[in-house]
């Protein structure tokens, strides 16, 4: 918390430590729990996917082939994309958060996790 806290109380000098700190702290949080929304969309977003793949699903319960006139491909494809689309966009905005997280507030302390989601992701910390 050291670099926001730092600035907090340097730009509003009447801020008392402890308040400048409950700030922080209450900050750091809300940073937190919008990495770890992120990243539960984001797999969901897989699961998702594969779901659109389970939903092929026979029209009759007692058949076990996909009747060709139930699929529709260009239904199929959009949503495919629309969930490709809004996957991307999170992975964007979790890099995003992450990069100011470790700005604001240091280290992000499960870095391996946001690692598992986007590999080529590294710490601007040295």
Request: glycine share 4%; proline share 4%.
């Amino acid at each position: 918390m050291a670099k926001f806290k730092d600035n907090l109380t340097a730009s509003f000098r009447q801020i008392r430590a402890d308040r400048a700190e409950g700030i922080a702290e209450d900050t750091e949080i809300e940073y937190r729990r919008e990495i770890e929304d992120r990243m539960r969309r984001i797999r969901q977003y897989d699961r998702q996917r594969e779901n659109l793949i389970l939903d092929l699903s026979p029209s009759n319960i007692t058949s076990t082939q996909v009747v060709p006139g139930d699929f529709n491909a260009a239904e199929f494809k959009e949503k495919d994309i629309q969930i490709g689309i809004e996957k991307r966009n999170d992975l964007i905005i979790l890099e995003i958060v992450v990069d100011r997280y470790e700005y604001l507030f240091g280290p992000y302390p499960e870095i391996d996790k946001i690692k598992e989601l986007i590999p080529s992701f590294t710490s601007k910390i040295k």
